[in-house]
């Protein structure tokens, strides 16, 4: 399976319709590709709080409507990162699209950890309470969104819905690009299974983004690794070793906290 993660630099000037155009024709350009992959809300800068409520859009708003074009004419699975969606009654949530090689919607995401401590996401956005997992032909694959790598539990959810390869969108800040390598790795190790975490490059509101867009295999080792600038990581990998990797080393079987509820 050949994955390609877009490493999308977000730049303030940069108008939004002209970076929905220009990363359209990113992702086209990779028909070679099973799965395309783009960074957290890359249409307005994932630390652009003020910017939110403005460039807002509904579900099938204008991100969605070029992105399902996108992935049908270049013939791929496309997470198309994620959107601030605003929904039917007024509320703003953090929401991943991810498109089938036809054009259609095949899953949509709402973030459920928000980040900021108790001020920009996390008080502007509304939060998510359901893990989505959703099977491609070679895989099945479990969402996820920037600060959730930090829950290892949500991760614990997707594996135990049946996920394999973990797809982690993000806008991660420079300053603690040392968590974003170690947690990829770490979710990877523990839940024995295929990480694919795809950043931002760029500054977003003052916050210098961290890049280095990631591919970890289940036994934690990195297959490939972006820089700090925008570019396309590409990496073929075989689905097929998450369930041998399960059964070399079948630690899952042996968990026992979180299965199920108490005796009393």
Same mark, same amino acid.
């Given at each position: %399976?050949?994955?390609?993660?877009?490493?999308?630099?977000?730049?303030?000037?940069?108008?939004?319709?002209?970076?929905?155009?220009?990363?359209?024709?990113?992702?086209?350009?990779?028909?070679?590709?099973?799965?395309?992959?783009?960074?957290?809300?890359?249409?307005?800068?994932?630390?652009?709080?003020? @910017? +939110?409520?403005?460039?807002?859009?509904?579900?099938?708003?204008?991100?969605?409507?070029?992105?399902?074009?996108?992935?049908?004419?270049?013939?791929?699975?496309?997470?198309?990162?994620?959107?601030?969606? @605003?929904?039917?009654?007024?509320?703003?949530?953090?929401?991943?699209?991810?498109?089938?090689?036809?054009?259609?919607?095949?899953?949509?995401? @709402?973030?459920?950890?928000?980040?900021?401590?108790?001020?920009?996401?996390?008080?502007? %956005?509304?939060?998510?309470? #359901?893990?989505?997992?959703?099977?491609?032909?070679?895989?099945?694959?479990?969402?996820?969104?920037?600060?959730?790598?930090? +829950?290892?539990?949500? +991760?614990?959810?997707?594996?135990?819905?049946?996920?394999? #390869?973990?797809?982690?969108?993000?806008?991660?800040?420079?300053?603690? @690009?040392?968590?974003?390598?170690?947690?990829?790795?770490?979710?990877?190790?523990?839940?024995?299974? +295929?990480?694919?975490?795809?950043?931002?490059?760029?500054?977003?509101?003052?916050?210098?983004?961290?890049?280095?867009?990631?591919?970890?295999?289940?036994?934690?080792?990195?297959?490939?690794?972006?820089?700090?600038?925008?570019?396309?990581?590409?990496?073929?990998?075989?689905?097929?070793?998450?369930?041998?990797?399960?059964?070399?080393?079948?630690?899952?079987?042996?968990?026992?906290?979180?299965?199920?509820?108490?005796?009393?």
């Amino acid at each position: %399976m050949r994955a390609s993660l877009i490493q999308i630099a977000v730049d303030e000037d940069e108008p939004v319709d002209a970076r929905r155009r220009r990363v359209a024709a990113l992702v086209r350009e990779q028909s070679g590709s099973d799965l395309v992959v783009l960074p957290e809300l890359w249409t307005t800068g994932a630390f652009a709080f003020e @910017r +939110f409520a403005d460039h807002a859009e509904p579900l099938q708003g204008p991100t969605y409507e070029v992105m399902a074009k996108a992935a049908s004419e270049a013939g791929v699975w496309l997470h198309a990162g994620s959107i601030p969606e @605003r929904d039917p009654q007024g509320t703003l949530y953090n929401t991943s699209l991810v498109f089938s090689p036809d054009g259609d919607l095949a899953a949509a995401y @709402r973030k459920i950890h928000r980040f900021g401590f108790d001020k920009g996401e996390a008080v502007l %956005m509304g939060a998510g309470d #359901t893990p989505v997992t959703f099977a491609l032909p070679d895989t099945t694959l479990g969402l996820a969104t920037c600060y959730d790598l930090r +829950f290892p539990e949500l +991760f614990r959810a997707l594996v135990d819905a049946g996920a394999q #390869t973990l797809v982690v969108p993000a806008g991660w800040p420079e300053r603690r @690009r040392a968590h974003w390598t170690l947690l990829a790795r770490a979710r990877a190790v523990e839940d024995q299974a +295929f990480v694919l975490a795809c950043g931002t490059a760029g500054t977003h509101a003052g916050v210098p983004q961290a890049g280095h867009s990631i591919v970890v295999d289940p036994w934690g080792e990195v297959l490939a690794e972006a820089g700090h600038d925008e570019e396309v990581l590409t990496v073929d990998f075989d689905p097929g070793r998450v369930a041998t990797t399960r059964e070399q080393f079948p630690a899952l079987k042996d968990r026992v906290l979180g299965l199920a509820p108490p005796r009393r």
